[in-house]
């Protein structure tokens, strides 16, 4: 591979999404001397993009036109498929489109290979971390996908990220974020259920964190949720329950997809979802700590 075609600064990327984690990513990008151009369907996500020191694009069209690279930070794989047939005929020849968004991994698949067939390069690159990870450019990135293309791709993943793993071919990427939000989502309901439980006994819940913490119930939850997020009641980790939930959903999905027996996630999918019927689309992620400890 001649090193002209890895995508390094100045080139111009686009930015399709500029929510929680979108916004600071594109951030990322251009501190590191990308030419940045965002665009958010949403108004108010542009002008908060645009006030934090971002370029924000008034077009889908505007934003891609004459990109290297094509980044969509969207909610689903359904939404990046609608939006990638609507801006395509705008992309440039041998232009990298990276869906950084936790996808479903078998549409994945089936969309990548459409735009590979039309001549554009295309890798899946979901991420984890949450968005303190995200500012600080320090997210965990599995990528799936052809090699050379994520060799190209590798300089802009680089200016997001601290680790990028390269998990295999395309889809491989988000089925290993949804398995990894899987085993998230079951740690902090394990977690949430266990300070309930603790506290009716009379145990300090902060106590307890402190103990599982030092022992091994300890997990990612129990490091960075349970105090911070829930116990203080604050809520307001900056994903929302409706993105975990569809997590979970697709890798339950995977799991009988691919015919292999997996009951805690059929168990924890259904929780989750039953929680979003519950709380409501504009709830945090914590907020499981608040449903599952309710009785109903
Ligand atoms: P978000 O809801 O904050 O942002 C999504 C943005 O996409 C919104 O601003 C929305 O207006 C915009 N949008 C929707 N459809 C669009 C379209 N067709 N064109 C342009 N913009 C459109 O979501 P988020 O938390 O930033 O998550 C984005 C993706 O990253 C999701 O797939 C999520 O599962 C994943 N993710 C989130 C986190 C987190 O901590 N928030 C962590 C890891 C992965």
New binding site residues.
Partial sequence: MSKSMTIVPPAKVAV???????QPMAACLSRAGYQVAG????AD?RRKFTAAGGAAAST?EEAVSGAAAVIT????GK?VR??IESMKQHFSPGTIIID????APIGTKSLGEELVGAGFGFIDA??????KR?IDGTLAIMTGGDTKTIDRAEPVLQAMGKSVFRTGPLGSGHAAKALNNYVSAAGLAAAAEAVAIAERFGIDPNILVDVLNASTGRNNSTENKLKQFIISGKFN????LA?MA??IRTADDLAHQLDVPAPLADEVAAQWDDALKVLGSSADHTEIGRYSTTKR
Avoid: E, Q, T, W
């Fill in positions: 399709i999404g500029l929510g929680n984690m979108g665009f958010d369907l949403s996500a889908a930070l969207l909610p689903d939404i609608a939006a950084m968004s936790s996808s979901p991420v984890s971390g949450g968005v995200a980790s900056g994903f929302s993105l569809k997590d």
